[in-house]
């Protein structure tokens, strides 16, 4: 069975500061995918980021970066820069074992503050 | 085009009605997902639709009756609901079901409350 932890339910940034969101999973499956997902309050849930679990480097899109740790099994996204509008809940996910359904976890909610 | 819809945005219904919440999408996807989330919660997977047929079904009661007319189009019909599945109702899509390494693309959802 796969299991996602995030272990802060919520957190504040000062706005243009940089902060990370922890995750870490488990999985005995040797292939699967992690992903990042923002919720603001209006509901939809944007994808943000996905890391591999075979890709050497870890990934960037823009301000978000993904600190891959494939040994201590954590995937915690970084935002850089933050902005007001970053203010949300952050869900991080996995998609792999049987199935291949996308498990996520309790996810942070990150406040902004100007 | 990387858009999911989902239709209506609200819903208020009783429990003794019949209504139903609508996907689309047109990214050429071939794995289609419902889900619900209550609030302060992670969603929740109900249903997977794959190349057009229903491949999981989470156990989801019969009061939740899923169709996908073509690859596009996805529905969640609903029936003689209760209060407790009043939620947010998410709908996915990802370029295809049995790979871990696609993206599910979601809706904005629909809210809805029964009574």
């Known amino acids: 069975a796969q299991k996602i932890t995030q272990t802060q339910p919520g957190m504040f940034v000062q706005e243009k500061e940089a902060v990370t969101l922890d995750c870490t999973y488990d999985?005995?499956?040797?292939?699967?995918?992690l992903f990042w997902y923002k919720q603001p309050s209006s509901g939809e849930m944007i994808f943000l980021i996905y890391?591999?679990?075979?890709?050497?480097q870890n990934a960037t899109e823009g301000r978000y970066s993904l600190n891959f740790q494939k040994a201590r099994k954590s995937a915690n996204l970084v935002i850089s820069a933050s902005q007001l509008g970053d203010s949300a809940m952050y869900f991080c996910?996995?998609?792999?074992?049987?199935?291949?359904?996308?498990?996520f976890g309790g996810g942070t909610r990150l406040m902004v503050k100007p | 085009d990387t858009e999911v819809t989902q239709t209506p945005k609200h819903l208020v219904m009783g429990m003794t009605n019949k209504k139903s919440l609508k996907c689309e999408q047109h990214?050429?996807?071939?794995?289609m997902y419902w889900y619900k989330q209550k609030a302060k919660k992670p969603p929740e997977l109900m249903f997977v639709?794959?190349?057009?047929?229903?491949?999981i079904n989470e156990s989801v009661p019969s009061r939740f009756s899923p169709e996908c007319p073509n690859s596009s189009l996805l529905n969640l019909h609903l029936h003689a609901l209760q209060p407790e599945d009043s939620a947010l109702y998410l709908c996915?899509?990802?370029?295809?079901?049995?790979?871990?390494?696609?993206?599910?693309?979601f809706g904005p959802g629909t809210r809805l409350t029964v009574l």
């Open positions: 996910a996995m998609r792999g074992g049987a199935g291949n359904m996308l498990t």
């Open positions: 996915a899509s990802s370029q295809d079901g049995t790979s871990a390494y696609n993206e599910q693309f």
């Open positions: 990214m050429g996807h071939r794995a």
């Open positions: 999985t005995s499956d040797p292939s699967y995918g």
């Open positions: 890391q591999g679990s075979y890709d050497q």
């Open positions: 639709y794959s190349y057009e047929k229903l491949s």
